[in-house]
């Protein structure tokens, strides 16, 4: 038996259902729109083919430009990250020896180098965009700190950046420390007050809201001190600060 393709004139095929009018006096309609004449009529889908093929070939320099833009934004996304991966790569073998030497508090060395390989300051400035040059940041303004040059310690605190909330938390409490140390004890109580609120917790935020009394007392500010007091007493009584805060605030309530 030989096959015979199903289409809309096949025997037996199903036929579109024409409109029946409400008036039996009415004669019947001749023509009639289908409900989707593109699929049913061959004609109309073979013009709105050529159509598209017309407006390909009028705007194909056109095209042709937008998907070489798309190409090439692709691809320096991708060689982008993969240079930032090869920078942060060598920012972490640069700093290695920089970061031991800070661990051992070798502090000229971890910052300025020691003649082989360069010290934390020049990591953090040659790889600022890299986590390993972040991270320098933050190694560079702690041993800054130490080594009393707390304006640059500020600086270099400052520049640093972390998603992990107990690592911020503390960049904050010691860019807290260079401000007091540089008699500004307002900005100190606003960094301590902003360490203390960044991810509260009962293990370090007692010891900076007593850092933020007490740099609000310098301030002259014993109101705001004597807030940050009760906040330790009521929200963190238990902790090792709660006597200190309690003397504290007997002190000023006299």
Known sequence: MSKIPYTGKTPGARQPVRPVSTDPLAP????????????????????????????VRRNRNLLLGILAVVVLAVAGVFGYNYWRNQQNNLAQAASFRAIAHWEA?????????????????????????????????FYAGVALLKQGKFQDAYNALDKFSSDDYLVQSRAYALMGD??????????????????????????????????EGVAREVAKDNEGALKAYDRILNDYATSQEAAEARQAKAHLQQ
């Not at 019947?28 to 709105?48: G, I, K, Q, S, W």
């Not at 100190?188 to 360490?195: C, G, M, V």
Request: charged share 25%; net charge negative; glycine share 6%.
């Open 105 to 137: 508090d070798s502090l000229k060395p971890a910052l300025q180098g020691d003649g082989k390989l360069p010290g934390l300051t020049r990591v953090a400035s040659e790889y600022s965009g890299t986590k390993a040059g972040n991270l320098a940041n």
């Open 28 to 55: 019947a309609e001749e023509n009639y729109v289908t409900e989707n004449p593109l699929l049913e009529d061959p004609d109309a889908l073979a013009a709105r083919l050529a159509e598209s093929e017309d407006f």
């Open 178 to 211: 260079a401000q007091l140390e540089l008699n500004k004890p307002k900005e100190a109580a606003e960094l301590y007050a902003k360490a203390a609120d960044h991810n509260a917790n009962e293990y370090f935020t007692p010891s900076y809201l007593l850092k």
